[in-house]
């Protein structure tokens, strides 16, 4: 897919006041510092289009970002990160629960996990719940750069050898790096496909 532009448009804290708008849209979700605005950025060629930290908790609101005017991609916040306050832990999994629930235009989601670690349960526990409320969903694996390549496929069979005990069938996955831009054009490519379904 060619990118022609990509506008910031608002952020929200309550799902109530998002855009009220019929175009397709799309969801980054994972853990706080997994990289889902760092990846946004790179997607779309623009440094400063998300706000993105080394420290975990950066993104606190729902904002949506329209792409190409024609569909949304929403970045979230993260869920669970151990030093966050209590409230704050709470006020973002509230969001984001009320986010998935309430959200008719939500086509997809992107969960995004960092290639580098074993399988976490609040990872695995959001995507069970995720089916449970019957998103459909893929992974994106992020921050491929920061391993060797050969590991990189050694670590993917490890994730999906976790998720076979969950679903009798396998979501489809990237690997992505929002550094060196690899899985991109294939993640644009498949929200393309699914614009055009
Ligand atoms: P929250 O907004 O806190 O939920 O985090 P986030 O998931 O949006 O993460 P963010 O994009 O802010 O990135 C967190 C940190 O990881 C930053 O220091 C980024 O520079 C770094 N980072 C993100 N993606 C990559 C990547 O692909 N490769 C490398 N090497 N670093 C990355
Ligand atoms: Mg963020």
Same mark, same amino acid.
Not at 100 to 110: E, G, M, P, Y
Not at 179 to 191: A, E, V
């Given at each position: 897919?060619?990118?022609?532009?990509?506008?910031?448009? %608002?952020?929200?804290?309550?799902?109530?006041?998002? $855009?009220? +708008?019929?175009?397709?849209? &799309?969801?980054?979700?994972?853990?706080?510092?997994?990289?889902?605005?760092?990846?946004?950025?790179?997607? @779309?060629?623009?440094?400063?289009?998300?706000?993105?930290?080394?420290?975990?908790?950066?993104?606190?609101?729902?904002?949506?970002?329209?792409?190409?005017?024609?569909? /949304?991609?929403?970045?979230? $916040?993260?869920?669970? /990160?151990?030093?966050?306050?209590?409230?704050?832990? !709470?006020? @973002?999994? !509230?969001?984001?629960?009320?986010?998935?629930?309430?959200? !008719?235009?939500?086509?997809?989601?992107?969960?995004?996990?960092?290639?580098?670690?074993?399988?976490?349960? %609040?990872?695995?526990?959001?995507?069970?719940?995720?089916?449970?409320?019957?998103? $459909?969903? +893929? %992974?994106?694996?992020? !921050?491929?750069?920061?391993?060797?390549?050969?590991?990189?496929?050694?670590?993917?069979?490890?994730?999906?050898?976790?998720?076979?005990?969950?679903?009798?069938?396998?979501?489809? &996955?990237?690997? +992505?790096?929002?550094?060196?831009?690899?899985?991109?054009?294939?993640?644009?490519? &498949?929200?393309?496909?699914?614009?055009?379904?």
């Amino acid at each position: 897919m060619k990118i022609l532009s990509a506008e910031f448009i %608002i952020s929200n804290n309550n799902v109530k006041f998002c $855009p009220d +708008s019929k175009v397709p849209e &799309y969801a980054f979700i994972g853990r706080s510092n997994v990289g889902k605005s760092s990846l946004i950025n790179s997607m @779309f060629n623009k440094k400063k289009l998300a706000k993105i930290s080394s420290r975990p908790g950066k993104t606190e609101l729902i904002n949506h970002f329209l792409i190409n005017k024609d569909w /949304y991609l929403v970045d979230l $916040p993260g869920y669970g /990160y151990a030093k966050a306050s209590k409230y704050k832990i !709470k006020s @973002f999994q !509230k969001l984001i629960k009320s986010y998935f629930t309430d959200r !008719k235009q939500l086509i997809s989601a992107f969960v995004l996990i960092d290639i580098r670690h074993a399988p976490q349960k %609040i990872d695995l526990d959001f995507i069970y719940w995720l089916g449970e409320i019957k998103i $459909p969903f +893929s %992974i994106i694996f992020t !921050k491929s750069d920061k391993i060797k390549f050969e590991k990189i496929e050694d670590k993917v069979n490890l994730y999906l050898q976790e998720l076979s005990n969950q679903w009798s069938f396998l979501p489809k &996955y990237f690997i +992505s790096s929002a550094n060196n831009r690899s899985g991109i054009n294939k993640i644009l490519g &498949y929200i393309n496909e699914m614009n055009n379904l």
